[in-house]
């Protein structure tokens, strides 16, 4: 047999009447509708619902998203059919769970045409039987509203259907291939998971049939494809992606850990059987672990059989099923989506639903002429199992069949919610709930989560509102610690909070005298204000109550508020107490919380709960102290840090023109006429320039971006400062001195602005600054690795080879007196081993030695509020406007650092 001859079918002939068998198939098509009708009026409301059925609602409104949640992977194909419905008859879940029973069933007849190609007629009975009494997962699917999970194995069956029928034909019309590529094309669009699917074909047609290939279907493949997939052309063509990074996902490090959660959890759920991530348990003592290793050396047995008959030809789109099951596994065994296989949502492993019936049916097949008899004991078994797992089966608490008079009392209490927001005025909200709320209230009020925003359209809108409102989520300790009059009500049904004051924060205090200790008694010298996001205040392990710390200011200053930066929003502390002293043994008590739930902060005119830009914020009525002390309560099972702290006094009041209102307009303004390409700003200023920008730039938000696959920083990371043309700096008033004086001290050129309560500071391009290169370096510790500094491409590195508190220098002869204002520091291979006091001296002759200033200046980083360093890989020191000199010394001032100092790579400028 050629490739270029149909291959022959080996499928037994019909033992049955024609009439009872049809009763037979008739039945289980019954079986099918009717227990999706049972799922359809017993399902839960979810987020999911919410989500996809705003989405539709945009459509509605004008507005035509590409993706559904913002992300670049699946389309908005599956959301089409409920626009129309959603129009004439409003939001309700109905609405939205119709259409999986649908498409499971489209999924269910394309499998039946495949299965009659493949095996006998009872085989095909048993694969059907399968797929119309499901495996719990399966079934729970049919009622849920992620439809473009369930559209695309729609698709993807399709696409097996095309397949099959091409590698059929002796001749490939243009119709064939068109229609194969439209499904390759809108299946990748409508869900990236159908690319096991589409590999699997491509590579089926490829291996059997290219002989048949011409140019026309050629041209017909692309053009089928173009179009079915034409939104995610146009996607490609004008957002700046990264899809070539999405190779690092894969490893074969992964292969041995996935391997075991595939085989004990993930394909167990899929054949039927409950886990602990489902509610229930399969331990190898089990009688169900035993039904498990049967059924599973069934569908392996009837996998190799499939193989074994495709090789032979009879037919040859045998192949095809086990070849779709070996893309997904390799997939998930060699890349980091098999981190999912430890779960209970299995929807990378959904595409096996096209498989197992083949495998099941085979096998049934192998019995002829005694088909029927297998058939009848393995629809059984698998029916048996899959109806004994529904009952126990709880992927997210709720079971697949809940009372349908619950899902219909659900969809009158949200229309009724949302109705009740509208009647307060309250028109951007945040809840938990967020993504039915905003459903039902059909984008009014527009609600988001306040950490978790999964539409960040929406919630960039909302954060940039003036006066949010607080539906019932519980922050009431997180309030009490903020210290703010706001306003408190039963609004919709719930507790709410809005119209919180603004705190008296019109002056940043100044920090170059503080000093802080330990309550455990550790000295931590200046590193709460000596701007290096690096140092600070850390527990050693997950904190307890009592750990924090005292902050001597030096001098009695009136002071109204504060804030503490973590590490990252993971290392915010579960409660605080915050004192305040004039003696350093008498405290008084100033702000405090248990139960702390944040970071909750102030942006701009409202406080915020967000992720992005942490920080715990405390404010409280003007008092004057010289001690601050901070202390944990509760326990938490997280560390917790403060990296830097900042204190406000009292200032002049704002004028009235400086309100936030009109602060947003003019910040609109300026992004508009200066259209820079990136702007760090906090969440209420960054979320202003995002909804106001005709083509918005990278912005530091407080959460990730729409439709854009550039990786947004880390969120246990601060933007880096970019410097140079095209980086805009907006900061609250009280923080613009500070941030002046940052750019100032790197060298950095800027033009500042005004928007009412914020400075805006456009950067301009670094001056070119030549590197001065040294005739020679030296030092009394580890002289040679010294002197090889003063040549580029050393290998080498420099140490004190010991803790930065024994002392160390770098003596530095520039061979003649030289301009240097810039110092810069590198060792990628140490970034712990930067130096944490560094002094500079200046020498004529090399012997006399007098002392000049130096401050750490870079590199800057967006911590929110302000520019702030960070010690690492790269450090730059400032020398001011310069120094000239032949002779630089670089040297350790008495400190508690640990750390060695490590030096590969000097730079002067």
Not at 3 to 26: C, N
Not at 511 to 521: D, E, F, I, P, V
């Amino acid at each position: 047999m050629n490739q270029d001859s149909a291959p022959a079918p080996e499928r037994p002939a019909l033992a049955t009447g024609p009439k009872y068998y049809l009763a037979v198939v008739g039945m289980i098509y019954a079986a099918a509708v009717g227990l999706r009708v049972a799922r359809f009026l017993s399902a839960r409301l979810s987020a999911e619902n919410g989500l996809v059925g705003s989405t539709a609602e945009q459509f509605l409104r004008g507005d035509f998203p590409l993706f559904l949640m913002g992300k670049d992977f699946m389309g908005v194909y599956d959301v089409l059919p409920m626009v129309p419905l959603l129009h004439f008859l409003g939001p309700s879940s109905y609405i939205l769970n119709l259409w999986s029973p649908l498409y499971t069933l489209g999924a269910m007849i394309v499998v039946h045409r495949l299965l009659q190609r493949v095996v006998g007629p009872w085989g095909v009975l048993t694969g059907l039987a399968f797929l119309a009494i499901p495996p719990a997962f399966w079934l729970h699917y049919c009622g849920y509203a992620q439809t473009h999970y369930t559209l695309g194995v729609l698709l993807s069956a399709l696409l097996m259907l095309q397949t099959a029928r091409l590698s059929e034909a002796e001749h490939w019309g243009a119709g064939q291939t068109f229609l194969w590529g439209l499904a390759a094309g809108a299946g990748l669009y409508g869900n990236a998971q159908t690319v096991g699917v589409f590999l699997a074909c491509a590579a089926f047609l490829l291996a059997t049939s290219w002989r048949r290939v011409r140019p026309l279907n050629l041209v017909a493949f692309c053009g089928g494809g173009l179009l079915g997939g034409l939104p995610l052309l146009y996607y490609l063509l004008t957002a700046q992606t990264a899809y070539a990074d999405k190779i690092n996902v894969f490893s074969w490090g992964y292969v041995a850990k996935h391997f075991h959660e595939l085989w004990t959890n993930a394909l167990p759920i899929i054949l039927g059987f409950n886990t602990p991530p489902t509610g229930g348990s399969l331990s190898p003592a089990s009688p169900w672990f035993g039904l498990y290793l049967l059924l599973l050396a069934v569908v392996c047995a009837g996998l190799g059989g499939l193989i074994k008959r495709g090789l032979r030809g009879r037919p040859r789109l045998a192949l095809l099923f086990p070849l779709v099951a070996a893309v997904y596994v390799v997939i998930l065994l060699t890349s980091h989506y098999g981190l999912f296989l430890h779960g209970s949502q299995q929807a990378y492993l959904m595409s096996l639903y096209l498989v197992l019936p083949a495998a099941l049916g085979l096998v049934v097949t192998w019995f002829e002429p005694r088909a029927k008899i297998a058939a009848g004991l393995l629809t059984a078994l698998t029916i048996g199992i899959n109806v004994g797992g529904y009952a126990a089966f709880r992927p997210n608490v709720y079971p697949l069949f809940l009372s349908p008079a619950i899902q219909a009392r659900q969809n009158r209490d949200y229309l009724e919610a949302a109705e009740l927001l509208r009647r307060a005025g309250a028109h951007h909200v945040y809840a938990e709930d967020s993504w039915l709320l905003g459903f039902y209230g059909n984008g009014d009020p527009l609600a988001v989560h306040p950490w978790q925003p999964r539409k960040n359209e929406d919630a960039h809108r909302v954060d940039a509102s003036l006066d949010p409102l607080f539906y019932g989520v519980d922050i009431a300790s997180s309030t009490t610690l903020l210290g703010l009059k706001h306003k408190i009500a039963t609004v919709g049904g719930r507790l709410s909070r809005w119209g919180f004051a603004q705190p008296d924060k019109g002056l940043l205090l100044e920090r170059h005298a503080w000093r802080a200790r330990s309550l455990n008694g550790q000295d931590l010298g200046d590193a709460l204000g000596d701007g290096d996001l690096a140092s600070g205040f850390q527990t050693a392990g997950p904190a307890g109550p009592g750990q924090g710390f005292v902050l001597d200011l030096g001098a009695a200053q009136t002071v109204s508020g504060l804030a503490l930066i973590p590490q990252g929003y993971v290392e915010t502390p579960k409660g605080l107490t915050i004192e305040g002293s004039l003696d350093g043994h008498v405290f008084f008590p100033l702000a405090q919380s248990h139960g702390y739930v944040g970071p909750f902060y102030m942006s701009g005119p409202h406080p915020v709960l967000k992720l992005r830009h942490p920080r715990v914020e405390s404010y409280w009525r003007p008092c004057l102290v010289r001690q601050i002390r901070i202390s944990h309560l509760g326990r938490s099972n997280r560390p917790w840090s403060a990296r830097e702290v900042l204190l406000w006094g009292p200032g002049p009041a704002a004028g009235p023109d400086a309100d936030w209102s009109s602060s947003a307009v003019a910040l609109r303004r300026l992004v508009g006429r200066l259209k820079p390409a990136r702007v760090y700003a906090d969440t209420w200023a960054a979320a202003v320039a995002r909804t106001s920008a005709d083509a918005p730039p990278w912005i530091s938000l407080a959460h990730g971006f729409h439709n854009e696959s550039r990786p947004d920083p880390p969120l246990a990371q601060w933007p880096e400062l970019i410097a140079g043309r095209g980086s805009l700096v907006v900061v609250d008033r009280p923080e613009a001195a500070a941030t002046r004086r940052a750019l100032e001290l790197l060298g950095l050129p800027f033009t500042e602005a005004s928007a009412g309560r914020l400075r805006a500071f456009a950067l301009g391009n670094p001056p070119a600054r030549p590197v001065i290169e040294p005739r020679a370096i030296s030092s009394r510790l580890s002289p040679a690795a010294a002197a090889q500094l003063a040549h580029p491409g050393g290998r080498t590195p420099w140490s004190t080879n010991g803790p930065q508190s024994a002392g160390g220098a770098l003596d530095i002869d520039l061979g003649r007196p030289r301009l240097v204002r810039l110092v810069e520091l590198r060792a990628p291979d140490f970034a712990q081993d930067y130096p944490r006091a560094l002094t500079a001296w200046v020498s004529d002759d090399g012997r006399a030695w007098r002392p000049t200033p130096l401050a750490p200046a870079g590199p800057l980083f967006f911590s929110g509020q302000m520019l702030l360093r960070r010690g690492g890989a790269v450090n730059i020191f400032s020398l001011g406007p310069g120094v000239t000199t032949r002779h630089l010394r670089l040297a350790l001032a008495p400190n508690h650092c640990p750390w060695w100092w490590s030096v590969q790579e000097l730079v002067l400028r």
